[in-house]
Structure formats: structure tokens, C-alpha cells
């Protein structure tokens, strides 16, 4: 099969007219990947597009059913795989080569680590938002809460988080560090209340918090989510594993949103939500979704999910908003608070929800996104003894921060006193 790659400089819609014929495409972000199925056809070429530059041109021996799109946490799939052909490297998104029954083999190797899906013709892996065509501007109740969002205070929710030998969803120090959470959150006056899950048969907890909205019913509820459980898989249940970005930073970015919105006197219901048993399964989401009433998920207006939003590893200050379809209204609205309110950030999105504890939610009809490190490297550390403080970017992890208290500031709205 012969393959050519392309670095888009402009939006893709600028050269998506311009796909040549017979040849397919599949976009990574600012590149595209042109593939003829025909090994006698052309060569597939962009050339002459406005805003494409030819980047890498080959010849594999392929067929179009062995090209499959991985999404992966951190290099788990190339440490556990590493002698599946890649095709093209994204960090988080590979393309590889997979005979079919391989791949679907794999799929159900490391359900939690990554996931493995046939390349569709004509596909959007994920894409990289155009910031000059954000047109969002800043409102100044929800900058006045985006204002309040303490690197400090941060800095000392993680400190505390990773200072637990593991957060092992089924060991002592995460019953211990869930009940730290929930003394915080107690002390921001949310009401707070353990849910029972169960991993793998041992017994483990959600912990929920929440506070009621001033305005007059019927109320929405808006709901934010991040794992607080952390895992060693070299070293096993009880070896350290602090978890600083898988996830601690999701967890103490939860705490902070939680006391930047404490005083705020909103239109609907809000409520933090921290979850066991991610790492072995997506557990605790899995039970709090199936826990729900019909009424009960019809009231939810949107999930915000934070998983690993504390490592800078590229040069850019790249955040992904993964979701599906259905979680499209809530891609655009945190685009938008992103444009108007943290503007460092470069927005990547993929509708190709996997591993985190946004897709119970999505398989509920529930619109759910997850925000995460940007795409094109990967945090190889998380999952072991090396997923220190020490690799935190507090300064990145304070935007997408940002971004994200305007976005659920924007959906609980605000009620006069």
C-alpha cells in the first residue's frame, strides 16, 4: 500500500475538497494520512492544496483491514507491544499494523491500558481546533471565578495525594485518602456521602459531594469527575505508586474546582464526584451510572472528566477533549472557555471516547467529555514508581483548570442574590 503523510498549516476543510481519487485519508490532528487501497493506483498525492506540505511518503507491504487506530494511556501499548508495526505516532493515537483476529485479541489484552479499532475510510482521529477562529469572549461573573484558581493551592492537594505509599483502589491508603477528600470538600460545606463499589470482588468507594442550586426546579445537575485511585502494574497492589498525573492531578484539580465554586450561587445543581476502581476496570463510574434513575440521567446536563492534566510533554500546551457524538455541545463549549479564558492552550478533540471514566457515561446517553494532556507525546511514567510531583507543570495544569471552572461556571449559571 503506498501512503503519504501531510501537515496540514491551515483548518482541514481547507483541503478536504482537494482529496485526490481513489485514495483515502485518515487525519491525525495537523496531519493527514493518504492511502490508496489500489496498490496499482496513483500515487496519492495533496500536492498543490492550499495548506498542505508532504511530510513522509511509503510503501508497506498492507492491506486497508490491518491499519488499526490505538488510543493508548501513556505508552502502554508499545511498552506491552513493541513489536507491532507503527505507522504513524501521535502519542496518544497510533496507527499500526494488526492482522484483524490479532487485533481484536489484544483489544481484550489491557481494557483499561488501550484500545484497538479498525481504521474507518475518511476518518477524524482527532483534530486540532484553529484558535484564530474562536470568537468566544470573556464574561466577568465566570472571569471573576476563573480568577480564583490558586497554583498554590494546587500544588499543596497534590503534594497531600501523592504523599500515600499507593492509591490502590482496594488498599487502606486509598480509604484513607478518600476520607482526606471528603474532610475538604466537608469544609467547602458540600454534603458529601461514600457510594460502595466493588473491584474485582474486593470492596472499594466513590466518593460524591454535593450542593444544591438556588434555582427553582426543575434542575439540571452538572457533574464533575476524576479518578482518585493509582496503580504500580510492575510492582503490584502494594508497591509505591503515587500517582501524581494518573491522577492525582485530576484529583486535586477536582478539589480546586470544587473550592473556587464553593461560595458561587448557581441556577442548577453541582456535583464532584472522585472514583475507585478506574484503573482496574472504570468501576466506580460503571457502578455510579448504573446507580442512576431514569429521571435521574435525564437531569444530568453535562460530565466533565479530568484524567492526567498535570504533565507538559511537548512544548506546547496542548489539552484533548475526547468525547463522542452525542458530547459535542460540551466539546464547542469548552473550546470556547478555552479561547476566552485560557488562551495558552492549544485544543485538540477526538470523538473516540476510550479508558477513563467519561464512557459509562456516553454508553448512558449521558453527554460526558474527558480532558487530558494533549495528544501528540505521551506521559510514559504514569502506572509505575516514576509518576512523581517532580514531572507536574502546575502552570500548565492552572490553564486547563481555567478552561475547565469557566466551562461548569457556564453550565450551572448564576442566580441572583
Given at each position: 500500500m503506498k501512503l503519504a503523510l501531510y501537515r496540514l498549516t491551515k483548518r482541514e476543510r481547507d483541503v478536504r475538497s482537494a482529496m485526490p481519487q481513489p485514495a483515502s485519508w485518515a487525519q491525525f490532528g495537523d496531519q493527514v494520512l493518504l492511502y490508496a487501497k489500489d496498490s496499482a493506483a496513483e500515487e496519492p498525492s495533496l500536492a498543490g492544496a492550499r495548506g498542505a506540505r508532504e511530510i513522509r511518503r511509503d510503501s508497506v507491504p498492507l492491506r486497508a483491514g490491518q491499519m488499526h487506530v490505538v488510543v493508548q494511556n501513556g505508552r502502554m501499548f508499545q511498552q506491552e507491544n513493541p513489536r507491532v508495526p507503527v505507522l504513524l505516532d501521535k502519542g496518544r493515537y497510533l496507527l499500526v499494523k494488526l492482522d484483524p483476529d490479532r487485533a481484536r485479541r489484544l483489544k481484550d489484552a489491557s481494557p483499561t491500558c488501550y484500545g484497538i479499532f479498525p481504521l474507518k475510510e475518511n476518518q477524524v482521529v482527532f483534530d486540532v481546533r484553529d484558535p484564530a477562529a474562536a470568537r468566544a469572549e470573556s464574561v466577568a461573573w465566570v472571569q471573576e471565578l476563573v480568577d480564583k484558581i490558586d497554583r498554590a493551592q494546587v500544588e499543596s492537594y497534590l503534594a497531600r495525594l501523592t504523599s500515600f505509599q499507593t492509591r490502590h483502589s482496594t488498599s487502606s491508603d486509598f480509604k484513607t485518602s478518600a476520607n482526606w477528600a471528603r474532610d475538604q470538600l466537608r469544609a467547602m460545606n458540600y454534603t458529601t456521602?461514600?457510594?460502595?463499589?466493588?473491584?474485582?470482588?474486593?470492596?472499594?468507594?466513590?466518593?460524591?459531594?454535593?450542593?444544591?442550586?438556588?434555582?427553582?426546579p426543575p434542575r439540571k445537575v452538572v457533574i464533575v469527575t476524576a479518578h482518585l485511585d493509582s496503580i504500580n502494574i510492575a510492582g503490584g497492589p502494594s508497591a509505591p505508586a503515587p500517582g501524581a498525573d494518573d491522577n492525582g492531578s485530576?484529583?486535586?484539580?477536582?478539589?480546586?474546582?470544587?473550592?473556587?465554586?464553593?461560595?458561587?450561587?448557581?441556577?442548577?445543581?453541582?456535583?464532584?464526584?472522585?472514583?475507585?476502581?478506574?484503573?482496574?476496570?472504570?468501576?466506580g463510574s460503571q457502578r455510579y451510572v448504573s446507580s442512576l434513575s431514569a429521571t435521574e440521567k435525564n437531569r444530568v446536563l453535562s460530565v466533565l472528566n479530568m484524567d492526567m492534566i498535570g504533565t507538559l510533554n511537548t512544548a506546547t500546551r496542548s489539552v484533548m477533549l475526547e468525547g463522542a457524538p452525542l458530547s459535542q455541545r460540551v466539546i464547542d463549549g469548552l473550546s470556547d472557555a478555552a479561547a476566552a479564558y485560557a488562551s495558552s492552550l492549544t485544543v485538540e478533540t477526538s470523538l473516540n471516547p476510550f479508558a477513563s471514566d467519561h464512557v459509562p457515561f456516553i454508553r448512558a446517553a449521558i453527554p460526558a467529555v474527558l480532558t487530558i494532556e494533549g495528544a501528540d507525546n505521551t506521559n510514559g511514567n504514569i502506572h509505575s514508581h516514576r509518576d512523581t510531583i517532580n514531572h507536574i507543570d502546575y502552570d500548565f495544569t492552572s490553564e486547563i483548570l481555567r478552561m475547565n471552572v469557566a466551562f461548569i461556571a457556564g453550565e450551572i449559571g448564576r442566580e441572583a442574590s
Amino acid at each position: 500500500m503506498k501512503l503519504a503523510l501531510y501537515r496540514l498549516t491551515k483548518r482541514e476543510r481547507d483541503v478536504r475538497s482537494a482529496m485526490p481519487q481513489p485514495a483515502s485519508w485518515a487525519q491525525f490532528g495537523d496531519q493527514v494520512l493518504l492511502y490508496a487501497k489500489d496498490s496499482a493506483a496513483e500515487e496519492p498525492s495533496l500536492a498543490g492544496a492550499r495548506g498542505a506540505r508532504e511530510i513522509r511518503r511509503d510503501s508497506v507491504p498492507l492491506r486497508a483491514g490491518q491499519m488499526h487506530v490505538v488510543v493508548q494511556n501513556g505508552r502502554m501499548f508499545q511498552q506491552e507491544n513493541p513489536r507491532v508495526p507503527v505507522l504513524l505516532d501521535k502519542g496518544r493515537y497510533l496507527l499500526v499494523k494488526l492482522d484483524p483476529d490479532r487485533a481484536r485479541r489484544l483489544k481484550d489484552a489491557s481494557p483499561t491500558c488501550y484500545g484497538i479499532f479498525p481504521l474507518k475510510e475518511n476518518q477524524v482521529v482527532f483534530d486540532v481546533r484553529d484558535p484564530a477562529a474562536a470568537r468566544a469572549e470573556s464574561v466577568a461573573w465566570v472571569q471573576e471565578l476563573v480568577d480564583k484558581i490558586d497554583r498554590a493551592q494546587v500544588e499543596s492537594y497534590l503534594a497531600r495525594l501523592t504523599s500515600f505509599q499507593t492509591r490502590h483502589s482496594t488498599s487502606s491508603d486509598f480509604k484513607t485518602s478518600a476520607n482526606w477528600a471528603r474532610d475538604q470538600l466537608r469544609a467547602m460545606n458540600y454534603t458529601t456521602r461514600f457510594q460502595n463499589i466493588s473491584v474485582n470482588g474486593s470492596p472499594g468507594r466513590n466518593l460524591i459531594a454535593d450542593r444544591k442550586g438556588a434555582g427553582a426546579p426543575p434542575r439540571k445537575v452538572v457533574i464533575v469527575t476524576a479518578h482518585l485511585d493509582s496503580i504500580n502494574i510492575a510492582g503490584g497492589p502494594s508497591a509505591p505508586a503515587p500517582g501524581a498525573d494518573d491522577n492525582g492531578s485530576g484529583s486535586a484539580g477536582l478539589l480546586e474546582m470544587a473550592r473556587v465554586l464553593s461560595d458561587h450561587r448557581s441556577r442548577h445543581d453541582l456535583r464532584f464526584i472522585l472514583f475507585g476502581g478506574e484503573e482496574q476496570g472504570l468501576f466506580g463510574s460503571q457502578r455510579y451510572v448504573s446507580s442512576l434513575s431514569a429521571t435521574e440521567k435525564n437531569r444530568v446536563l453535562s460530565v466533565l472528566n479530568m484524567d492526567m492534566i498535570g504533565t507538559l510533554n511537548t512544548a506546547t500546551r496542548s489539552v484533548m477533549l475526547e468525547g463522542a457524538p452525542l458530547s459535542q455541545r460540551v466539546i464547542d463549549g469548552l473550546s470556547d472557555a478555552a479561547a476566552a479564558y485560557a488562551s495558552s492552550l492549544t485544543v485538540e478533540t477526538s470523538l473516540n471516547p476510550f479508558a477513563s471514566d467519561h464512557v459509562p457515561f456516553i454508553r448512558a446517553a449521558i453527554p460526558a467529555v474527558l480532558t487530558i494532556e494533549g495528544a501528540d507525546n505521551t506521559n510514559g511514567n504514569i502506572h509505575s514508581h516514576r509518576d512523581t510531583i517532580n514531572h507536574i507543570d502546575y502552570d500548565f495544569t492552572s490553564e486547563i483548570l481555567r478552561m475547565n471552572v469557566a466551562f461548569i461556571a457556564g453550565e450551572i449559571g448564576r442566580e441572583a442574590s
